[in-house]
């Protein structure tokens, strides 16, 4: 079970807050929209366009292996094409990878679409083509991209699946029972036993970044047939645990963390 952990949204930096563009824009919807921390904020197409692009720009050249759309309204039917690479992305020779037409892999409600990479291809900019025939809009709160990290080992125990249920009981003095229903979130305790030293240099770029406020993106298996319910936008639940040095010169690690949406 493969796991990977993204920590650092290369969609989140301040230049692409102003370097987002679509081929289609609703009213008062921008794409600027996908990369604020607002998950209520979100990008749509105009009315009765379900076949579109989305581009990100951001200053420097970096490594992305992962690109994920979070809380999309894309069904099963959805196709996207990711390509990645600098300055116009039109141009195939300035293009570093091109997926090709290919399903997005939404599976149900979960409104997730991810693609994890098999190594890392340079780029500052992103361009991913969309189009779902069952829409009469298109529908995207945030993006994701950049490098997540897969460690060499996984899982010590496998994931430990928790359940957030954030339901309000009231019982009546006459003996009633209401409800006051609320989303429940998935949560995951995640313990890796054996690290690298590779493996080790990551999770401190991640212990440095990490906070109330940091979002992951956590894949539990990226080999997994349904992907976009295995993909979570997760925020980690108090202090990351400690990096603690064991046998022969490996280390071991936990994450407690909570789904946001």
Known sequence: MPA?????????????????????????????????????DCWRSAPGVNATWIEFEITSVEDIDTVALIGTNLTELADWRIRIGIVDLLVPGNVAFDSGIVNAGVVGHWGLAARYLPQLFPGNRV?????????????????WFGRSWRPTYGFKFGHQQKLFDHSVVT????????????????GYTLEFGVMSAADHREVRRLHRL????????????????????????VLPQGDPGPLASVEGGFWSWSLDCKERI
């Open 4 to 40: 990977r952990i993204g920590f650092d949204n290369l969609a989140r930096r301040p230049e692409a807050l102003a370097r987002a563009y679509a081929g289609s824009v609703g009213m008062n919807t921008p794409p600027g929209r996908m990369v604020t921390p607002h998950l209520s």
């Open 127 to 143: 361009r991913i083509d969309l189009e779902d025939p069952s829409l009469s809009e298109i529908e995207v709160p945030r993006v």
């Open 171 to 186: 019982e009546s003095e006459y003996g009633s029972t209401f409800i006051d229903i609320r989303p429940s979130r998935r």
């Open 210 to 233: 990490c906070g109330a406020s940091r979002e992951l993106l956590l894949c539990l298996d990226d080999q997994s047939p349904e992907l976009g319910e295995d993909t979570l936008l």
